[in-house]
């Protein structure tokens, strides 16, 4: 399945951006979606995830209470609300899915077989 990703830019700190995902051509159904995000020099690390079935949300200590993700039944696609946000969350942000992810394994990069392309997120200080 291909993802397509969409949002992201440039904001201040403390700013609000919002990113999409959507499996091209195909229903959400079924689906675990997760994002990821890589900054410079660093690996690529989990931010949050949602079980399409259900809700079923997981989130990075480094975003709770910041970032939210949620499932849009009318684009069939899911959304990352990210406020409150900082210098630190700068990274390229990849969108992730795959039918057979557990619960337990939400927030782990190996459960997706998926992907989406990157999308720059930058906050400035």
């Known amino acids: 399945v291909q993802l397509q990703a969409s949002g992201g830019g440039l904001a201040q700190a403390g700013g609000c951006l919002v990113l999409s995902c959507a499996p091209s051509g195909r229903t959400s159904n079924g689906y675990t979606f997760g994002w990821f995000r890589q900054a410079p020099g660093k690996e690529r690390e989990f931010v949050a995830a949602?079980?399409?079935?259900?809700?079923?949300?997981r989130y990075a200590d480094s975003v709770k209470g910041r970032f939210t993700i949620s499932r849009d039944y009318a684009k069939s696609a899911v959304s990352l609300q990210m406020n409150s946000l900082r210098p630190e969350d700068t990274a390229v942000y990849y969108c992730?899915?795959?039918?057979?992810?557990?619960?337990?394994?939400?927030?782990?990069?190996?459960?997706?077989?998926?992907w989406g392309q990157g999308t720059l997120v930058t906050v400035s200080s």
């Open positions: 992730a899915a795959d039918r057979k992810v557990i619960l337990s394994s939400m927030t782990m990069l190996s459960s997706y077989d998926h």
């Open positions: 949602i079980r399409w079935s259900d809700g079923t949300t």
